[in-house]
């Protein structure tokens, strides 16, 4: 069945509507014009806002839906994030040029990280098979078009041990894991 939002005059199916439980009706306008002109009136009355929201978790202590699904909890804020990027494409860049010395000097101290955490004792072998991790995940980001990082299994920079930049502590990952791992070790 489709309906007509009364908001974005569009027609979209029954689904796109929130049911009225007390009327046992669909509400005439659609979940996104609903979801914006609630976002409308949130940013107009802050204070409003902000002191249901403080009465809501006072009354629902038990219902933080955060604490209870840190997994779509995450998830949400990611995907609330990439919507961000999407919106925002230059921001990255005008920061990065507003703060260039600061990246280049984190560029700096990973690379003086990953010297003093390369052994002098490492023969051309142990190099090469360094360096064709390299090689395995740009193919395998090639081939799938999912992109890949090498990751220290014991972390280079880690918390209470640090590992070595050799080729038994390499794993080809993807990025999304090696970035949700962070500093920690996988074993």
Same mark, same amino acid.
Request: aromatic share 8%; glycine share 2%.
């Given at each position: 069945?489709?309906? %007509?939002?009364?908001?974005?005059?569009?027609?979209?199916? %029954?689904?796109?509507? =929130?049911?009225?439980?007390?009327?046992?009706?669909?509400? =005439?306008?659609?979940?996104?014009? $609903?979801?914006? =002109?609630?976002?409308?009136?949130? #940013? !107009?009355?802050?204070?409003?806002?902000? #002191?249901?929201?403080? !009465?809501?978790?006072?009354?629902?202590?038990?219902?933080?839906?955060?604490?209870?699904?840190?997994?779509? +909890?995450?998830?949400? @804020?990611?995907?609330?994030?990439?919507?961000?990027?999407?919106?925002?494409?230059?921001?990255?860049?005008?920061?990065?040029? +507003?703060?260039?010395?600061?990246?280049?000097?984190? $560029?700096?101290?990973? $690379? #003086?990280? =990953?010297?003093?955490?390369?052994?002098?004792? @490492?023969?051309?072998?142990?190099? #090469?098979?360094?360096?064709?991790?390299?090689?395995?995940?740009?193919?395998?980001?090639?081939?799938?078009?999912?992109?890949?990082? *090498?990751?220290?299994? %014991?972390?280079?920079?880690?918390?209470?041990?640090?590992?070595?930049? *050799?080729?038994?502590?390499?794993? *080809? %990952?993807?990025?999304?894991?090696? @970035?949700?791992?962070?500093?920690?070790?996988? @074993?």
């Amino acid at each position: 069945m489709i309906q %007509i939002c009364r908001k974005c005059n569009q027609a979209k199916p %029954i689904e796109e509507y =929130q049911f009225h439980r007390v009327s046992g009706k669909h509400y =005439q306008t659609c979940r996104r014009c $609903r979801q914006l =002109q609630s976002y409308a009136w949130a #940013a !107009k009355n802050k204070d409003k806002h902000n #002191a249901s929201q403080r !009465k809501w978790r006072k009354k629902n202590p038990d219902r933080e839906w955060k604490l209870q699904n840190p997994e779509k +909890a995450r998830e949400s @804020l990611n995907k609330a994030a990439r919507e961000w990027v999407k919106r925002n494409p230059e921001y990255h860049r005008n920061h990065y040029l +507003a703060n260039k010395a600061m990246y280049v000097a984190n $560029r700096a101290r990973r $690379r #003086a990280l =990953q010297d003093l955490a390369t052994p002098n004792w @490492l023969t051309a072998v142990n190099k #090469a098979q360094i360096q064709e991790m390299y090689d395995i995940a740009k193919a395998r980001e090639m081939q799938t078009s999912v992109e890949y990082h *090498v990751d220290h299994i %014991i972390p280079i920079n880690g918390k209470g041990v640090s590992g070595l930049h *050799v080729p038994w502590n390499l794993q *080809v %990952i993807t990025a999304k894991e090696n @970035l949700r791992k962070g500093n920690k070790s996988c @074993l």
